[in-house]
Antibody, heavy 116, light 110 residues
Framework: QVQLQESGSGVVKPSETLSLTCTVSGDSISSHYWNWIRQPLGKGLEWIGFFYQSSNPSYNPSLKSRVTISGDTSKNQLSLKLTSVTAADTAIYYC??????????WGQGTLVTVSS | NFVLTQSHSVSESPGKTVTISCTRSSGSIANNYVQWYQHRAGSSPTSLIFEDNKRPSGVPDRFSGSIDTSSNSASLTIFGLTTEDEADYYCQSHDSSAWVFGGGTKVTVL
């Protein structure tokens, strides 16, 4: 049974960089697509991007200029960096595995608040 | 990119049937498969439907997905509503550049 656990900074100041890690157990990040997805409070889900071992990361065009997603296969961890954050980046951030077309396993999510 | 538009909310009584729609703004709904997710308050999203109408193992057959090319939309139907079905439901699809979620539909079981 795959498990995903997000961790990282819960509060980030405006204009600074948000950094999160997703630790995966029960599967290898060398297989499948590993994604970051967020949900601003009271709003819907937004795909941020994915890491795939065999290709370059792919990002949501609306966030592409500020996002970096990478994977550490030795630690089986996925990471997210989002630069120049504003209040609009306040959200619950999820990591999720995608097998073919389906996001079939999700972490519990972590709330990140952008506030001075 | 395209947008997936869902109705904001729907309410129905236990035992009844509800249908949630998801309309694609550009490009054919048939070009890329549609998936559906259930998101209960305080929990992580879970998958309900993939490839328009297939259910992952463990999802009851009370959940059914379909697409309609004439309206360029996808639908999720929930038969025999129970209180456990009260949640937000999201459709999702993709194109060559992005993976897109609908805005979500809140289902309330009265």
């Amino acid at each position: 049974q795959v498990q995903l656990q997000e961790s990282g900074s819960g509060v980030v100041k405006p204009s600074e960089t948000l950094s999160l890690t997703c630790t995966v157990s029960g599967d290898s990040i060398s297989s499948h697509y590993w994604n970051w997805i967020r949900q601003p409070l009271g709003k819907g889900l937004e795909w941020i991007g994915f890491f795939y071992q065999s290709s370059n990361p792919s990002y949501n065009p609306s966030l592409k200029s500020r996002v970096t997603i990478s994977g550490d296969t030795s630690k089986n961890q996925l990471s997210l960096k989002l630069t120049s954050v504003t209040a609009a980046d306040t959200a619950i951030y999820y990591c999720a595995r995608r097998k073919y077309l389906l996001f079939d396993s999700w972490g519990q999510g972590t709330l990140v608040t952008v506030s001075s | 990119n395209f947008v997936l538009t869902q109705s904001h909310s729907v309410s129905e009584s236990p035992g009844k049937t509800v249908t949630i729609s998801c309309t694609r703004s550009s490009g054919s709904i048939a070009n890329n498969y549609v998936q559906w997710y259930q998101h209960r308050a305080g929990s992580s999203p879970t998958s309900l439907i993939f490839e328009d109408n297939k259910r992952p193992s463990g999802v009851p057959d009370r959940f059914s997905g379909s697409i309609d090319t004439s309206s360029n939309s996808a639908s999720l139907t929930i038969f025999g509503l129970t209180t456990e079905d009260e949640a937000d439901y999201y459709c999702q699809s993709h194109d060559s550049s992005a993976w897109v979620f609908g805005g979500g539909t809140k289902v309330t079981v009265l």
